[in-house]
């Protein structure tokens, strides 16, 4: 038998870079949001291909953000998809809007975009699809179910005038890096929202970024003013009024508190600059992971292919023909052996927050059987070939044991 190991999930990968980059955010004084905040922020666009980005203290807020500036709220409704993580709904209750579910396609991990429609009413001002595992989901059939129904829009906001549909905020949390047919993402939807959460391929401990692409509209002006929303409305952030005699300041609507910092940034700025190099190996952990694993008749998520280049945050995979007393079985004996696995993701409706809003998963049968049996392996840059070829051989073990024993 193989010689037991232990293989973490997502731990994050920090190196002399990140230690340099934050040691020098703190000798420097400034370690709120100041000029490595913004440098951050200018590099990301640069990496991205964005109009603009504005950072937060999570993708979460980003979100929020967004949904606030287009003046969402109380009476309007925001479909984003039943198999994702409450964050991308939560947000939509937090501006006090209506939720709106939309199952999955059969056998996928994106909302059914032929369903899509029938959920867009003259209340609808926004979508959120759900780039999963670090795949874009299909866009462009997304944007052409929108068109579909451009007559049900009706725009209530400046911001919302300067579109001709409903608009897209893609909950891009898992795909920074990630390019569809040549666009990366952060500029194929209206907006786009990116996490930096420790367990992400680019981490800052937390953070989040929007993207957004040019428009109908004054992007420095929105930027400015998702700059007031961050820091309670408050028109100098501290940077502005170090300068001197430049105290003043006024505060031009009661904001939030959401802003990122400088060591934050500090840590984003030295993995953006190591990032090609990490997409660049989780390529390869994918790879081996997908031959390894070929002989089990698994249904692993394709990060490439139909023009599409995932960021590869996430190695899902399915279990067909196999019931959830399996799979929980499985991450039993893969804990076992020392591998922790997940589950990405309990879809909303199972949750007792949106039961308590009135969803049943009964209405959702292609998000509870996607869930079902889906299992998620360690995925990261810190695991070497060999860390890779011990989860598939504890997988081949668990599974050849559970069937044995009769488990299905």
Known sequence: MTEQRRVSFSPPDI???????????????????????????RELASFTGAERVAT????????ECALRALGVG??????????????????????????????????SYEMDYDALPSLVTDRTCAVIPVDIAGRMVDYQRLFAALDGVRDRWKPATQLQR???????LADAAHSLGAVQDGRPSGTVADFTAFSFHAVKNLTTAEGGALAWRAGAFDSDELYHQFMLMALHGQTKDALSKTRAGAWEYDIAFP???????????ALGLAQLRRYPAL??????????YEAGLADLGVDMLQHYGDGNESSRHLMLVRLPGKTSAFRN????????????ANVHYKPLPMLTAYRDLGFDIADFPNARAQFENEVTLPLHTL????????VVEAVHRAWAALEAEGVR
């Open 74 to 107: 109380p009476g309007d409704e925001v479909v984003t998809s039943a198999y994702t993580y409450t964050a991308s709904c939560s947000v939509i209750c937090h501006v006090g809007a209506t939720p709106v579910l939309c199952d999955v396609a059969p056998d």
């Open 329 to 340: 079985a499985l991450i039993e004996r893969l804990a076992d052996d020392g591998v922790s």
């Open 162 to 168: 300067a579109f001709d549909r409903v608009i897209v």
């Open 383 to 390: 695991l070497s070939d060999d860390d890779v070829d011990y």
């Open 15 to 41: 190196t002399q870079a990140e230690i340099d980059e934050v040691v020098d955010a703190l000798k420097s004084g400034w370690i709120t949001t100041g000029p490595k905040t913004k440098e951050f922020e």
């Open 56 to 63: 937060f203290a999570s993708a979460t807020a980003a979100l």
């Open 279 to 288: 997409l660049a190996r989780r390529r390869e952990l994918v790879e081996r």
């Open 255 to 265: 904001g939030w508190k959401c802003n990122m910092t400088d060591l934050q940034a």
